[in-house]
């Protein structure tokens, strides 16, 4: 997974995304599991203060 964002930051415009990991908590086993995705620099506030998708 690093070498494709490594490889994302390298072509023009790649500096506009952020890697956002989040964990998020299963309601059937109570254990935690974490999400990553690519997110625009400017959307990451809101994408962080919104419930999982």
């Not at 690093?2 to 930051?9: E, F, G, I, N, S």
């Amino acid at each position: 997974m690093a070498k494709k964002v490594v490889a994302t930051l390298k072509v023009a415009g790649g500096k506009d995304w952020a890697k956002v990991i989040r964990a998020v908590k299963s309601d059937k086993t109570g254990a935690y599991t974490f999400r990553e995705e690519m997110v625009p620099v400017d959307k990451v506030q809101e994408y962080l203060s919104t419930g999982v998708k």
